[in-house]
């Protein structure tokens, strides 16, 4: 090919190129039309006329070409599980069961809620009869009570049946009174109710009636316990 450019240079013109690829690569600058053999390989610019090498490159038909490229790494994705839904009615019976458990101890111990309201529910109770008149002999919050009257008819409203007088006979002793236990007076003389903070309640007399007061203003006390 490159013996035919040479040879035919002068009616390319001053500048000739010839490609051919056929199974391989060749790339050849033709002569200039004047030339000599020793001018071979050298071409005059027409852009800028300025003398260029051209440069053959040829390729053999089973050459390959590859480029460097940077190595990828891939991580497969984690494989997603499925959320198992719990079954509405196993939870129903969990929640039951809970419920149950939670419901069998207080059954279980019946007599016990009883002693229970003696603490916490009295008290509340014996709040509601503040402001009620003093009647000796009375157990009435509407005619009046005394202060037997007044533990007799508190208790009585939580379930509880007492004595009307000496109702600290059926209780226990207790150093560490809560609230609702019973307060006995003067060796007898008056009972009111604990509840709680040092504070109990009283029918005092006809002049102050039903109200909170401090144990310490109305003689020594001692403390009784309900439980059944």
């Known amino acids: 090919m490159s013996k035919a450019v040479s040879a035919n240079a002068g009616t390319v013109g001053r500048q000739a190129a010839v490609v051919a690829a056929a199974s391989g690569l060749i790339l050849s600058m033709g ?12 071409s005059a610019s027409t852009e800028s006329g ?12 089973t050459a390959t070409v590859s480029f460097e490229r940077p190595v990828v790494k891939t991580t497969a994705a984690p494989k997603v599980e499925a959320v198992r839904t719990q079954s509405t009615a196993a939870a129903n019976r969990t929640a039951n069961t809970a419920a149950a ?9 019946a007599e016990e809620s009883v002693s229970a309201a003696a603490t916490s529910g009295i008290a509340a109770i014996a709040y509601t009869g503040i402001g009620h008149s003093y009647v000796w002999g009375g157990t009435s919050p509407v005619t009046g009570w005394d202060c037997s009257g007044f533990v007799q008819w508190v208790y009585a409203q939580a379930g ?29 003389a008056h009972v009111g109710i604990y509840v709680g903070n040092g504070m109990m309640i009283s029918a005092l007399n006809p002049s102050q009636g039903t109200l909170l007061h401090s144990p310490a203003a109305t003689g020594t006390s001692s403390y009784y316990h309900y439980s059944k």
């Open 101 to 109: 458990g939670q419901e069998a101890s207080p059954a279980a111990k």
């Open 160 to 188: 509880i049946s007492i004595p009307r007088t000496n109702a600290w006979s059926i209780m226990t002793p207790t150093s560490a009174p809560q609230p609702g236990d019973l307060v006995v007076q003067n060796g007898g």
């Open 50 to 61: 300025s003398a260029q090498a051209a440069l053959a490159v040829t390729a053999a038909p």
């Open 31 to 42: 002569l200039p039309a004047t030339a000599a053999d020793t001018t071979a390989g050298v």
